[in-house]
């Protein structure tokens, strides 16, 4: 079974260079308020798109993480590439406002059977070529947690269905992505901005066989489900974590307040 | 609890909402707030040594086995304020509690939504409450896959129709009208948001 390496470089102030796998980034706002941090994956993502309400997110609140600044030249700055959706959040002036700055606008208003954030990944994979190399390519995506719980939870299910990509979802607090079945898994810990508080999720299926090292309570051969056992409230113990289990596992860990 | 009704006295506000029980593993309650409780009454039940359940574990425990005034599981409603939000650990945590308690009636609550567990050994009539709540909902399979769940009331109903993560699951959900009724072969998550008043 093949290797997969995980690390958070995208929450540095810059990234290392050789630092495990070469990633490039894409990142996609929705439409919750932004994590302080939005400035800094903007910063590290070579395609921005909006889904919709974020773009009036992005429009509304990055000023207020500039206050020193002008907000137009903030707005400008801070111009999204795409915005792709339904339509029925963004306001007139907000889509007005990126559509006189050349933001490509994909109006999907006629397709209810997928969400916002669907959309935005099935973008990203088929149609950005400059960052369509799969095996390198980690989607990030920001407001994607709270807010309406059936919403969160479609979100979830967003990496379930694109289990191949890498994407992970990030909130003020935490950050979760899959680890697919499919590989044995290293995740190095950025532990100047993440951590110690962490979790493994059998999501939506049991785990027969589930075990790690690098955590204060590691699984061996361990079974969780929904029910029973599941790995909330564990800590990282160093550096690195290593997770092998029979089913998709939902890594979770806690972003630091800095 | 103050913060809510800011034309009154903070203190008279915080006695009039004093809490009956405070119980967990003490590492976040403040000193003063601590205090505060204790000397109006408020039982404190200090579990700081028993570090294998979570803090809302330990309260659902406590109510289910040393509240006998409430305790009538046939009629026995847990609200939850808080369970939602922050740490991502802790929700995954906090929802578990549902399952492991699932012959309880817990409702975890933010400010935009509810959930609770609709078991699997009993078909289910959700009376919609539309003054409050709707038209957002979801019926979500959380910890393993249904091959079977049967809807009436959505505007996307179910019909002997598979659920699963990485497949459908029914999130954007809208309820029709008032009563909405659901049966599955696995335990199933609903989710309505709550209407901003």
């Not at chain 1, 915005?83 to 990126?98: A, C, N, P, T």
């Not at chain 1, 979830?156 to 992970?168: G, K």
């Not at chain 1, 204060?216 to 690195?240: A, D, P, Q, Y």
């Not at chain 2, 006295?9 to 204790?38: C, H, N, T, W």
Request: hydrophobic share 35%; net charge negative.
């Amino acid at each position: 079974m093949d290797l997969m390496h995980h690390s958070s470089t995208f929450l540095l102030p810059t990234i290392p260079l050789h630092h495990g796998p070469s990633l490039t980034y894409a990142l996609v706002v929705l439409n919750q308020t932004l994590p302080r941090f939005a400035p800094l994956l903007w910063k590290h993502a070579q395609l921005r798109l909006c889904a919709d309400g974020g773009a009036n997110r992005v429009f509304d609140e990055m000023p207020l993480l500039f206050p020193e600044e002008d907000a137009s030249d903030v707005r400008r700055r801070y111009k999204p590439d795409v915005i792709k959706g339904d339509m029925d959040s963004i306001r007139k002036e907000v889509l007005d406002f990126y559509r006189s700055l050349g933001t490509e606008i994909i109006d999907k208003s006629h397709d209810q059977d997928t969400t916002d954030l669907h959309k935005c990944i099935t973008y990203i994979r088929d149609f950005a070529p400059d960052v369509n190399k799969s095996s390198q390519l980690c989607i990030l995506v920001a407001g994607a947690l709270g807010g309406r719980y059936d919403h969160e939870m479609g979100n979830l299910n967003v990496l379930y269905c694109f289990s191949s990509l890498r994407i992970v979802l990030l909130s003020d607090d935490s950050l979760i992505y899959l680890l697919p079945r499919t590989h044995h898994h290293e995740i190095h810990i950025q532990t100047s901005v993440e951590g110690p508080h962490c979790g493994l999720i059998p999501i939506g299926v049991p785990s027969r066989s589930s075990t790690t090292t690098g955590l204060r309570w590691n699984l061996n051969n361990t079974e969780m489900r929904f029910g029973g056992l599941i790995s909330s409230s564990n800590i990282v113990v160093g550096e690195k974590v290593t997770v092998q289990s029979d089913t998709d596992l939902l890594w979770t860990i806690s972003i630091k307040k800095l | 609890m103050p913060l809510l009704f800011p034309e009154e006295d903070a203190s008279d506000v915080r006695r009039r909402y004093k809490p009956d029980v405070i119980k967990g593993d003490m590492d976040s309650i403040r000193k003063e707030v601590l205090d505060f409780y204790r000397s109006l009454g408020t039982e404190i039940i200090d579990k700081s040594h028993d570090q294998d359940t979570t803090d809302l574990h330990k309260c659902i425990t406590y109510i289910r086995d040393f509240a006998p005034d409430v305790n009538k599981s046939s009629q026995l409603c847990i609200l939850v304020a808080g369970a939602l939000g922050g740490r991502y650990d802790h929700e995954m945590g906090n929802l578990n509690v549902l399952y492991c308690f699932s012959s309880l009636r817990i409702v975890l609550l933010s400010d935009d939504s509810l959930i609770y567990l609709l078991p699997r050994t009993h078909h289910h009539e959700i009376h919609i409450q539309t003054s409050v709540e709707g038209p957002h909902c979801g019926l979500i399979p959380i910890g393993v896959p249904s091959r079977s769940s049967t809807t009436t009331g959505l505007r996307w109903n179910l019909n002997n129709t598979e659920m699963r993560f990485g497949g459908l699951i029914s999130s954007s959900n809208i309820v029709v009208g008032e009563k909405v009724t659901v049966q599955s072969d696995t335990d199933l998550l609903w989710t309505i948001s709550i209407k901003k008043l």
